[in-house]
């Protein structure tokens, strides 16, 4: 255990009511001092104890910060040891921090605390910015109950009277079931990576992805009026109140186009056909063009009621941090840190490249040579031919052999080194040994035998040249007479 400061002071007045049980060989019926029944059978079988004070007194001895280390308690489990009690470690210490009450969408709605029509600029824009937060967080890694879903909006989208974010509240919830199934399907992640278990929360299933590509796509086109109506003309006097309403009005626009592009590229990704993947880089490419406005105009939305320079939790209309914290597991879960709104665009930028790097995937040919089995074997076969039909001609295909052999004893070598430097856990065993049998060890045998194979074919056509050339000699003794 681990002695730490609080706020609240003194550390004996915050340990839990911690009760150790010690069971004596004596039996001892008396248990006034529990407040509380123990069974008949328990008090037949052993004495408990209460050691409680006994526990208070022996953690005073113990300095602020010092750890009281167990031999059992090695480097793995300080690792991925959670300190209770620590709100940078336990999300459910948030909730001491607060007074205020936790409400739900519904509640939220009926209270008039959050408003589903008639939101201005400034907040759709903030709600939007924040939510991009929020989505990018739960792609760091974190749980969707602590990021998306603190966004009451994304709870029940067909609440909301408000076109725009309605339709955006549809698109995050796509977006966020669409990575969710590639992340599911690839099966290479680990829990600290991604989560994806959406605690109950419907991912709008009842609402089809060209529907909210169509609803995203009308407020785009409305928006664009607004900003073309709202637009300075040559020689007009510019009032700055409508000169404001563009600027927001623009902002709006281009957040709604992103969603609606991103969403688009990721649809386009669960399309069989190939040319799928060419208009996904399209799209990706415009939604790249949009970061730097959206930069520039972070400022026009509402900023959140406390300061989230530290990574706290942004408190707004629409977001409830504490929304969600009896859907938390019964272990303690990390602490969210929401990301700042000046690195939304860095980080939408970074993953734009990623996309693109995924398309340009299709067009490495060199990669093509990996799934090509049945290359090995056409090799070696067009190389017999090839010796037989021109046995003068300089064959090279022993290069390619011997530099195959040594890749693979370099492979086989750098996967012996991970036993020697005990790299591999227990249950990895199985999986080294299955791929240096199937594989690697596999693929030498098969290399050995080829190099055989060429060695020998080498020597045999020298052999039938040195014949023939000798038979030619006979030929033309027996012809001269010599």
Not at 438 to 444: C, G, H, I, P, S
Request: with cysteine.
């Amino acid at each position: 255990m681990r002695r730490s400061a609080r706020a609240s002071g003194d550390f004996d007045g915050e340990i839990f009511q911690v009760v150790t049980m010690v069971m004596k060989s004596t039996v001892d019926d008396d248990d006034a001092g529990w407040g509380l029944g123990i069974p008949d059978k328990m008090k037949n079988n052993a004495n408990w104890v209460d050691i409680t004070h006994e526990f208070k007194g022996a953690c005073k001895e113990l300095n602020l910060g010092e750890l009281l280390h167990d031999k059992l308690f090695g480097l793995f489990e300080a690792m991925s040891a959670i300190e209770m009690m620590d709100p940078k470690m336990d999300a459910g210490m948030i909730g001491n921090q607060v007074n205020r009450k936790v409400l739900n969408f519904e509640q939220a709605i009926k209270e008039g605390v959050i408003k589903v029509k008639d939101l201005s600029y400034p907040e759709l824009i903030g709600i939007i910015d924040t939510c991009f937060c929020c989505l990018i967080t739960w792609l760091e890694g974190h749980s969707l109950a602590q990021t998306v879903f603190t966004c009451l909006y994304v709870h029940n989208p067909d609440l909301i009277e408000e076109p725009s974010l309605k339709a955006f509240a549809l698109g995050i919830l796509k977006v966020c079931d669409i990575a969710r199934e590639k992340v599911n399907k690839a099966a290479v992640f680990e829990e600290e990576d991604f989560q994806a278990m959406t605690y109950g929360f419907k991912m709008a299933n009842n609402v089809t992805d060209l529907r909210v590509t169509g609803m995203l796509k009308d407020v785009e086109d409305e928006l664009q009026r607004k900003v073309k109506s709202t637009r300075s003309r040559q020689g007009e006097q510019r009032d700055p109140e409508v000169e404001l309403e563009h600027q927001q009005c623009l902002a709006l626009f281009n957040r709604i186009k992103f969603t609606r592009l991103l969403l688009t590229a990721l649809i386009a990704f669960t399309k069989k056909e190939t040319s799928s993947v060419s208009e996904a880089q399209k799209l990706v490419a415009q939604a790249a063009d949009l970061l730097s406005p959206i930069h520039s105009s972070i400022q026009h939305g509402i900023q959140s009621q406390n300061d989230t320079t530290k990574g706290d939790h942004p408190i707004m209309m629409g977001f409830e941090p504490l929304v969600n914290q009896r859907l938390l597991p019964p272990t303690f879960p990390r602490y969210a840190k929401i990301i700042k709104r000046d690195d939304m665009v860095a980080y939408f930028s970074k993953l734009i490249e990623r996309i693109k790097t995924v398309c340009d995937v299709i067009n490495t040919t060199n990669l093509h040579g990996i799934l090509d089995f049945s290359a090995e074997k056409v090799d070696a076969a067009l190389h017999s031919l090839l010796m037989k039909l021109e046995p003068q001609r300089q064959h090279l295909a022993c290069l390619g052999t011997w530099i195959l052999y040594h890749n693979l004893r370099i492979m086989i070598q750098y996967l012996l080194s991970g036993f020697e430097l005990e790299l591999y856990s227990m249950h990895e065993y199985y999986y080294v040994y299955w791929y240096l049998s199937e594989f690697l060890y596999a693929w030498l045998m098969s290399t050995l035998s080829r190099a055989d194979s060429s060695q020998m074919a080498e020597e045999r056509i020298l052999e039938e040249q040195l014949k023939g050339r000798s038979s030619k000699r006979a030929r033309r003794k027996r012809k001269f007479g010599l």
